[in-house]
């Protein structure tokens, strides 16, 4: 991965702020609560429900490589997370330990557009230059080659026993172990963007650049339900129960159509900045997770129609699919490319919060708060010593915390396009509208018998942030509390 120079990084602050976020505020959250020296910050001590889990690492061939990962998803049983990756890799997880139990490849190039069933038995991928291949997932084995025109989109039903593909507007449903075709189910003048089954296989939901959603009745074929917008719509989800689904696109809002009455809701509370790229509900139908665009990630609680959680899944990239875990609190994400950034690359910010949290980084981390306490406590109140010791101590609190990256300093106006950023921004900082981690002053401020020490400790936070930039890392998150 290559990591953007310090002007890279500011465009990528500003034209996020000019171009995404003209119409989105998000209230900060309140005061954190006193903490005891040494004590590790999460995301929940910002106020957050959602904290981060430790990642899944794919070792690519090449150093430094990062690979997008078009499909996760948790097997239903919950002990396994099937990635596909951009490289044309099937890689399993056992996951709980993150052990990588089997990885398969592609024998010829693939596409962005994976379906994984619920089990992790089968993978059906669509194959650069059209058609797709059938893998058998435990056998590790294609089963299945199709010559024919490319896939568009394509998702497994529950059961995994058929797969609905769209190849532009047509719609076609098919026996996912033979590939043989069971039915074309009409309805769509355009480019089919997305499609969804219900959890029992009876119904499949499709939407189109259009901005027309269809309900389908997947055995017969009929159109039960049509909805229009005014915009494309990319994004659809059915409920776990079956009763309602999600819905959202470049209208940048997230619906929710009753099946039995044909009402509709808006789940989301305000204007989203990007365009509705993936929706996800959790196992029991109380959260709903939201990628779009950008690669900002989302979770609204449903019964309250709130948002819980706004962060960050890599740097410009477009969320195509969402994996939740049986467990419903962990959720995580895939991602393709965009038309901001064709190579992905991490959230800084995210990487560096899960090297902190690391054995050697917390070990280094108390043994240089040991130390700063230890002056802290020889300096008089009212001391500047002091209060540049407390300003570093405050920084090196925050290392584990997942909210704006250090040293980030920015103050805006949305409505009038206006804002200052600190000569300070970090390589590929992101701006998330939540608590500001404290910026730690210089190490040239600290007493000279903390400055090696300090030294030290940033060292072993660098080597660690390191290790985890030479892989791809899946981010998972973990509802707190549940």
């Known amino acids: 991965m290559t990591r953007e120079s310090l002007s890279t990084a500011s465009a990528v602050v500003l034209v996020g702020i000019l171009f995404g976020c003209r119409s989105f505020t998000e209230t900060p959250p309140g005061p954190e609560p006193p903490r005891a020296a040494g004590e590790p910050v999460t995301a929940t001590r910002a106020a957050q429900q959602v904290d981060l889990a430790p990642s899944f690492q794919i070792p690519q061939a090449a150093e430094g490589a990062i690979s997008h990962t078009p499909a996760v998803v948790f097997t239903a049983d919950g002990r396994r997370l099937v990635t596909a990756t951009s490289e044309g890799e099937l890689v399993v997880f056992d996951a709980r330990t ?61 059961d995994g026993r058929l797969v609905a593909l769209s190849r532009r507007n047509e719609i076609e449903v098919r026996d996912a172990a033979s590939f043989e075709l069971r039915a074309r189910l009409p309805g769509h003048a355009t480019l089919v963007t997305g499609l969804a089954w219900s959890a029992d296989r009876k119904l499949l939901a499709s939407v189109d650049q259009d901005g027309r959603l269809l309900v389908h009745d997947a055995a017969t074929g009929n159109t039960l339900r049509e909805v229009r917008k005014g915009s494309p719509l990319h994004a659809v989800a059915f409920h776990p129960q079956g009763q309602r689904l999600a819905f959202g696109g470049e209208e940048r809002k997230i619906y929710e159509l009753d099946l039995a009455n044909g009402g509709e809701q808006e789940i989301s509370t305000e204007e989203q900045p990007y365009w509705i790229t993936c929706l996800g509900y959790s196992p029991d139908g109380e959260h709903l997770a939201v990628g779009d665009e950008s690669c900002d990630i989302w979770l609204y609680a449903l019964r309250e129609k709130k948002r819980v959680f706004h962060q960050k899944h890599h740097v410009e990239c477009w969320l195509g699919t969402i994996a939740w875990a049986s467990d419903n609190r962990t959720f995580l994400f895939g991602c393709r490319p965009n038309s901001h950034a064709g190579k992905p690359q991490v959230h800084l910010a995210l990487t560096q919060a899960e090297a902190a949290r690391s054995p050697q980084v917390r070990a280094s981390r108390q043994a240089l708060l040991d130390a700063v306490n230890r002056e802290i406590a020889a300096l008089a109140e009212d001391a500047g010593e002091r209060r540049v010791l407390v ?66 400790h940033r060292g072993v936070l660098e080597q660690e942030t390191a290790k985890l930039g030479r892989s791809f890392n899946c981010n998972p998150w973990q509802i707190v509390g549940k």
């Open 98 to 158: 993150r052990e990588i139990l089997q990885r398969l490849r592609l024998p010829r190039q693939g596409t962005d557009r994976v379906a994984v069933d619920p089990d992790g038995q089968i993978a059906v991928w669509a194959l650069a230059g059209g058609g797709a291949a059938v893998i058998d997932i435990p056998g590790s084995r294609v089963t299945v080659v199709e010559e024919a025109p490319e896939v568009e989109s394509l998702v497994l039903s529950s």
């Open 391 to 456: 300003a570093y101590r405050d920084g090196l609190l925050s290392e584990e915390d997942v909210g704006w990256p250090q040293s980030l300093a920015l103050t805006s106006n949305i409505d009038a396009q206006t804002f200052e950023l600190s000569s300070a921004v970090p390589t590929q900082a992101f701006v998330s509208f939540g608590a500001q981690q404290a910026a730690s002053p210089p190490l040239e401020n600290l007493p000279p018998k903390l400055q090696d020490l300090a030294r030290a």
